[in-house]
């Protein structure tokens, strides 16, 4: 292979979710060792060069800044300490606490940088270093280079100028454990990834991190929209799956944990319109009219019953000037509460919009007749 299509290969792009907004990553592959068996902890050493993490992988990995996109810069690197752990048992690796942390709102890499920590795949911790680990294999290091990307300067959640020059880090993958692609997980390990974003998702928005919880509502529908296919078509075969089949089983009045038991169709239907009205709700706080007149006319059409969703509805229709059907959305809300003083209150404002451009038309007519 030519060694010039060869490094262009190594080399990838894509934008990712960070606390104050989205940044465009620059990945490039700059040291490929030659793990040893351990280092590929559960996986047998003939198939090691072709195993990568996958959702669910304990990944122990880590992130250290550099300057000017050269030297390395991080504690241990100051002290000239740069070894590799040594490599560890499987039991020692699952037996881990999980490494776990705020995304802060001043900071883009959120991970504590210099040190070798242990995350879970697919949880998104940080967007970035996970996109970065998914493609790499044990021993391996990658350059990264963050851009933030350009937004109106008037976007109140767009990052002040200082804090959007380019970064430069290196990721490093050391050990990890076997994982699974999401067609190869149980509908009740999907159920439990999904409820878990949806959580988390949550907690990210209740501590102002608006950009970390749309993306924990989109890994939700994502994992949710495979789900809700699976329970489908079992539902059309008239099969069910092996959690509910084990819950019939149990002795009555023996309740088995909700997490191991898939959901029905109805159940993912609800949940599925809770994450569309939840995402809407972020894109309007992160002024996404659009997209949150999208997510939320989905939870509307999937939930007609949804007051929040209804109500998202209006607002991002009022938002792009679309008044008749902001209007029909704070109505139906009406209908569902019929006492709601938020409904009450969008359709006067609408109304004195509506009024407003009337008027500013009249003049422009005026003005061009007169």
């Known amino acids: 292979m030519d060694p010039a299509h060869s490094e262009a290969a190594d080399v990838s792009s894509w934008v990712s979710v960070c606390p104050r907004g989205l ?14 068996p351990a280092h590929i902890i559960g996986a047998d050493a003939s198939q090691s060069s072709g195993f990568c993490p996958r959702l669910g992988s304990l990944c122990r990995v880590r992130v250290r800044l550099k300057a000017d996109g050269d030297k390395t810069e991080s504690p241990e690197a100051e002290n000239g300490n740069l070894s590799v752990p040594p490599a560890r048992a499987v039991s020692e690796l699952t037996d881990e606490v999980i490494t776990t942390f705020t995304r802060c709102l001043d900071s883009v890499l959120q991970v ?47 990052p002040p100028a200082e804090e959007r020059r380019p970064l430069y880090a290196t990721v490093e993958l050391h050990t990890f454990t076997p994982g699974k692609d999401w067609w ?57 799956s092996e959690e509910q089949k084990e819950a019939k089983s149990c002795d009555e009045g023996q309740q088995l944990h909700t997490d191991s038991v898939s959901p029905s169709a109805k159940e993912c239907k609800t949940f599925k319109a809770e994450l569309h009205s939840n995402l809407s709700l972020c894109q309007l706080k992160l002024n996404l009219p659009q997209r949150a007149k999208a997510s939320a006319a989905k939870a509307t059409s999937l939930e007609p019953s949804g007051a929040k969703a209804w109500y998202r509805l209006g607002q991002a229709c009022q938002m792009v000037n679309e008044l008749e059907e902001a209007r029909h959305a704070f109505r139906k809300l009406l209908q569902l509460q019929p006492d709601s003083p938020a409904a009450l209150k969008a359709l006067k404002d609408v109304a004195n919009k509506e009024k407003e451009t009337n008027a500013q038309l009249g003049m422009r007519l005026s003005k061009m007749f007169s």
């Open 23 to 36: 940044w465009e990553v620059h990945k490039k592959q700059t040291l490929k060792k030659s793990p040893a």
């Open 184 to 240: 190869e997980l149980s509908p009740g390990d999907k159920w439990e990834w999904v409820r878990a974003h949806k959580e988390r998702g949550g907690v990210r928005f209740r501590s102002g991190d608006v950009w970390g919880a749309a993306d924990s509502y989109s890994r939700a529908l994502k994992l949710l929209i495979t789900l809700n296919r699976q329970s489908r078509e079992a539902s059309a075969k008239g099969q069910e």
């Open 112 to 158: 504590p940088l210099g040190d070798w920590i242990t995350l879970k795949l697919g949880e998104g911790q940080c967007d970035v270093t996970e996109a970065c680990v998914e493609g790499m294999r044990a021993g391996e290091e990658c350059e990264i280079l963050l851009t933030a990307v350009e937004k109106g300067s008037d976007d109140p959640v767009a």
